[in-house]
């Protein structure tokens, strides 16, 4: 079986694929103004992400996770998700939302072939979750969580951003909340990109001290699987839910890194806050490319820097995460 590894002898079974830059979401930390379409091509064709995902699975992605701006917006998704899921090689294939739609189309979405669903949900207080995203859709995600959950799922999560002074006083809500629910929740950190510095200064909470009070109440870390994402995962005898704590800023965080980034456009980008893009599009419009595009994925690897320069202020070419997908 092909596996991607780089220079740092990192291995690379997990691809995030960014079906498009739109979001219908106005998130304070992420695009508080709302989408902007700046008239530039298109977002890959339904053909194009089934040449592209077949050639990572080719390289040895065996996990694909479709990502925006908001994936669901995409109104041929369930087409995409059938055309990745009948991918030779590819055993799992999650998408993340805001959640807003699932009660319409996440059934369609299962039986498409999609695996594993992760939900944006930055509070549990409705008015605190209108004030961060911009819009009173609480009711309409938390539906559709409860639809997905009965679903079957191989795994439900739950992504909230820690916001200083916005959201960071609800772990006692979320332990509550996970008592008797088979789900997982992911405090996510706080990440300054290119258009938010006066946002990330004022809100940035050190998810490390979360983490600390995690530990202090008797949670304990669970063992990371190949394919996972960069949450450390704690788990606690007394709750069937579990709390993932992804901490970018952290010592030695970027030594587990186990995935590459297409953005909707189709540039490969090795790293979320890296300074260049690479161009697959041009490799995705026939399939006799196929072998082409494979060996351009398997050489880049060598350019895959050990980190990410965030704690010297470096956010690379990612205005927001938008832009690429998180």
């Not at 002074?165 to 405090?187: K, Q, S, T, Y």
């Not at 893009?277 to 690897?301: K, T, W």
């Amino acid at each position: 079986m092909a596996t991607l590894v780089d220079g740092f002898g990192r291995t690379f079974p997990y691809l995030r694929l960014s079906l498009t830059e739109a979001c219908n979401f106005r998130c304070s930390y992420c695009l508080p103004d709302g989408y902007q379409a700046d008239g530039r091509p298109t977002f890959l064709t339904l053909e194009e992400v089934r040449r592209l995902v077949r050639g990572f699975a080719a390289v040895g992605m065996r996990k694909i996770r479709l990502t925006g701006g908001e994936p669901s917006l995409r109104k041929d998704l369930p087409s995409i998700i059938a055309a990745v899921s009948a991918t030779p090689g590819v055993q799992k294939i999650a998408l993340t939302t805001n959640g807003c739609l699932l009660p319409r189309h996440v059934r369609l979405w299962r039986e498409a072939g999609l695996t594993a669903l992760n939900v944006s949900l930055d509070s549990l207080q409705p008015a605190r979750f209108s004030a961060i995203t911009g819009h009173d859709r609480f009711d309409e995600v938390m539906e559709g969580i409860e639809i997905a959950q009965g679903l079957g799922f191989a795994a439900v999560k739950l992504n909230a951003v820690l916001l200083r002074g916005l959201n960071d006083d609800e772990l006692p809500a979320w332990m509550d909340f996970l008592r008797d629910r088979d789900v997982a929740i992911r405090f996510i950190e706080l990440m300054r990109t290119g258009t938010n510095l006066a946002y990330f200064e004022r809100h940035h909470y050190r998810a490390e001290a979360l983490e600390q009070q995690l530990i202090d109440t008797g949670w304990m870390l669970r063992p990371r699987a190949p394919d996972a994402g960069p949450a450390r995962e704690y788990a606690h005898p007394d709750y069937r839910g579990r709390i993932g704590i992804i901490a970018p800023y952290s010592k030695d965080f970027c030594a587990g890194c186990n995935r590459l980034r297409v953005t909707a456009r189709g540039d490969l980008r090795l790293c979320l806050f890296g300074d260049f893009g690479i161009p697959l599009r041009p490799l995705l419009q026939s399939d006799d490319d196929h072998e082409a595009l494979a060996a351009r994925i398997a050489s880049q690897l060598g350019l895959k820097a050990a980190g990410h320069g965030l704690h010297q202020g470096n956010t690379g070419i990612t205005p927001h995460l938008a832009s690429i997908g998180g």
